[in-house]
């Protein structure tokens, strides 16, 4: 497989050799979404709790007598079907969300959608991604020069500064091999992979 390689103009000036093992797989629509939405839901917090009807704070006085009134009879006013009672099944705050997806098949989706984003135009190579300075002003300018407005950089190491003037961009996303992930690979209009992280890319989801 074979990737463009840009330069700071966003032109595309040669070919890049990839491995195909990561680069040309098919695509595997269900496994792409299985390994996005078990992304998303490890990503949850189970910390939401709700009241039943023992926690919720409430009087055992009995709200009106049992015959009579033509209403339905009611002990407390705690009760589920009450305004103010607990719920029936409550959230607890130690709610488990999270999904299990093995590693072979994350390997596997990992390539795949790194595949279709190479066969759709939207993955391209870069010789190196730096500034000189921590300052968000340069780096956006970069971009902007390359006409790219929503783009996440796989780049092999990223220093200080890159982190620095990359945290305020809010289309911007730049990580290191180990850190890319399904959702951000989907959501980011280009994806720009620096040569030295094909390396490890391909020692990751080969």
């Known amino acids: 497989m074979q990737l463009e390689l840009l330069n700071e103009q966003g032109q595309a000036t040669s070919k890049v050799d990839a491995p195909d093992t990561v680069f040309a797989r098919d695509y595997n629509e269900a ?92 993955l391209a190579v870069v010789d190196s991604l730096t500034v000189d300075s921590p300052k968000t002003k340069q780096l956006a300018a970069k971009f902007k020069a ?10 092999d190491a990223v220093d200080d500064n890159m982190i620095l003037a990359s945290r305020n961009l809010p289309n911007v996303l730049v990580v290191e091999p180990r850190y890319a992930d399904p959702l951000s690979l989907v959501f980011y209009k280009k994806v720009l992979v620096t040569k030295a992280a094909i390396e490890q890319l391909k020692e990751m989801f080969a």
């Not at 994350?106 to 959608?113: K, S, V």
């Not at 390359?146 to 780049?155: C, E, P, Q, T």
């Open 31 to 122: 496994l792409v979404h299985q390994i996005v939405v078990a992304y998303q839901a490890n990503a949850r917090q189970g910390t939401r709790a709700q009241k039943n009807r023992e926690a919720v704070h409430h009087s055992t006085k009995k709200p009106f007598r049992q015959k009579g009134t033509g209403r339905a009879r009611a002990g407390m006013t705690s009760s589920p079907l009450w305004r103010g009672g607990g719920r029936t099944f409550p959230n607890s705050p130690d709610e488990n969300f999270s999904h299990k997806v093995n590693k072979k098949m994350y390997r596997a989706g990992m390539a795949a959608i790194l595949s279709q984003l190479a066969r759709d135009g939207r």
């Open 146 to 155: 390359m006409g790219l407005s929503s783009v996440m950089v796989i780049a």
